[in-house]
């Protein structure tokens, strides 16, 4: 069962621009939630968290949303840049860490 | 500083064979973890550890032994390989377990198995 689910495989935005990337989760257990940056050929890179007693983390252009009554969170990166472009994964945990698929983001110049 | 350090970092086995993914981390992280990453799947864990000498189950750990016999490494068996396990597998390091501490990954190791 696919407790952190990230609907969107990919997502394409122009250089400048607002990225808001989805994610959805089903355990109300999860106290804390991360998103994670992960080049080609290379591991995932802890990108920002979130507790689940805030709604909102902002770190420089990265503000996570938390939504705890629609099990939603997501991930606005704004502006974008090109180097931004990578898979992004969303994780909950609840000491157990459980990932979604991915998100592909391609920041065109 | 090299953080987490997977190796090898390819390898094509035979159905049947065995083989041993080692993964070594230098921050005295106490928690270390298995992971496998497929297309559509996201990140599942496999086995993790939480101190020397310990090991535990994940969500997809048939087919795999661990283990944990130093601090620093941490490794992964696949006792006889089948094309299932075809996939690229990510070890990750933590300094605790739970809360806002992101995980520490390596760059992967992809295997093929024919």
């Known amino acids: 069962d696919q407790q952190v689910k990230q609907n969107s495989p990919s997502l394409s935005v122009q250089e400048g621009r607002i990225s808001i990337l989805n994610c959805d989760y089903t355990n109300s257990m999860f106290d804390y939630f991360l998103w994670y940056k992960k080049y080609p050929a290379e591991g995932p890179t802890f990108l920002i968290s979130i507790s689940s007693i805030k709604d909102k983390n902002e770190d420089g252009r990265f503000t996570v949303f938390l939504n705890k009554s629609a099990k939603h969170l997501s991930l606005h990166i704004v502006p974008s840049q090109p180097g931004d472009s990578a898979v992004y994964f969303c994780?909950?945990?609840?000491?157990?860490?459980?990932f979604g698929a991915g998100t592909r983001l391609t920041v065109k110049p | 500083n090299a953080g987490v350090t997977q190796t090898p970092k390819f390898r094509v086995l035979k159905t049947g064979q065995s083989m041993t993914l080692l993964c070594a981390q230098d921050?005295?992280?106490?928690?270390m973890y298995w992971y496998r990453q497929d297309p559509g799947m996201g990140l599942r864990l496999i086995h993790y550890s939480v101190g020397e000498g310990t090991t535990a189950k994940g969500e997809v750990p048939d087919g795999y032994n661990v283990s944990r016999l130093k601090k620093q490494n941490f490794l992964l068996g696949l006792e006889s390989a089948a094309p299932s396990q075809t996939s690229v597998y990510f070890c990750?390091?933590?300094?605790?377990?739970?809360?806002?501490?992101?995980?520490?990954f390596g760059s992967g190791t992809r295997l093929t198995v024919v």
């Open positions: 990750a390091s933590s300094y605790a377990q739970g809360g806002d501490y992101g995980y520490t």
């Open positions: 921050m005295n992280h106490e928690y």
């Open positions: 994780a909950a945990d609840n000491n157990d860490m459980r």
